[in-house]
């Protein structure tokens, strides 16, 4: 069965990085793209970007560019999320979701608190 | 990319029928079939109830149906039970590999 396991929770300072990963199981690796989703507390979804797991292209949204990266190791089926210059506005669980033209299996969510 | 547009709540008895709206536009609802639809717990991940328009995960009860005309997707449940009470998001493709979330919808049982 598909599986999406997340790192666990995460506090940065304001300014910091954050790196999250999703270790994906059950079905071929680079056969997909993944995506990011972020939900501040109390609020809504939000689309980060996707990457393809076979040539590691990405695309982001245009909110997120020049301090998100995302990457993949294709050896250990991992899919990484780096959010740079944190601020308090960052704060929120971070999904990661398989692709296949929509969102078909989610990541549990990794909260990530960003405060001083 | 602007959000998709959802009523903030809707509400139904136990056995009524409702339908959430989700108005987007000519670059992204309107232009592909590729509007999803997903359910969310307070605390859990969300789960994927209606892809590509219309299309139901093996798993996922009948009683929820997706549609579209135009610029706006819906999806509407019918027969609601008290477990059906969650947050709905809508989803479309937007073109050149992005997508874009509705503001999401509180569905209450009443």
């Known amino acids: 069965q598909v599986q999406l396991v997340q790192s666990g929770a995460e506090v940065k300072k304001p300014g910091a990085s954050v790196k999250v990963s999703c270790k994906a199981s059950?079905?071929?690796?680079?056969?997909?793209?993944m995506h990011w989703v972020r939900q501040a507390p109390g609020q809504g979804l939000e689309w980060m970007g996707i990457?393809?797991?076979?040539?590691?292209?990405?695309t982001y949204a245009q909110k997120f560019q020049g301090r998100v990266t995302m990457t993949r190791d294709t050896s250990t089926s991992t899919v990484y999320m780096e959010l740079s210059s944190l601020r308090s506005e960052d704060t929120a669980v971070y999904y990661c979701?398989?692709?296949?033209?929509?969102?078909?299996?989610w990541g549990q969510g990794t909260l990530v608190t960003v405060s001083s | 990319q602007s959000a998709l547009t959802q009523p903030a709540s809707v509400s139904g008895s136990p056995g009524q029928s409702i339908t959430i709206s989700c108005t987007g536009t000519?670059?992204?609802?309107?232009?592909?079939?590729?509007v999803s639809w997903y359910q969310q717990h307070p605390g859990k991940a969300p789960k994927l109830m209606i892809y590509?328009?219309?299309k139901r995960p093996s798993g996922v009860s009948n009683r929820f149906s997706g549609s579209k005309s135009g610029n706006t997707a819906s999806l509407t449940i019918s027969g609601l039970q008290a477990e059906d009470e969650a947050d709905y998001y809508c989803?479309?493709?937007?073109?050149?590999?992005?997508?874009?979330f509705g503001g999401g919808t509180k569905l209450t049982v009443l």
């Open positions: 590509e328009g219309s």
């Open positions: 000519s670059s992204d609802v309107e232009s592909y079939n590729l």
């Open positions: 059950g079905y071929t690796f680079t056969s997909y793209y």
């Open positions: 990457i393809n797991l076979n040539g590691g292209g990405t």
């Open positions: 979701a398989r692709d296949k033209w929509t969102f078909d299996y």
């Open positions: 989803c479309s493709y937007a073109g050149s590999t992005t997508w874009v």
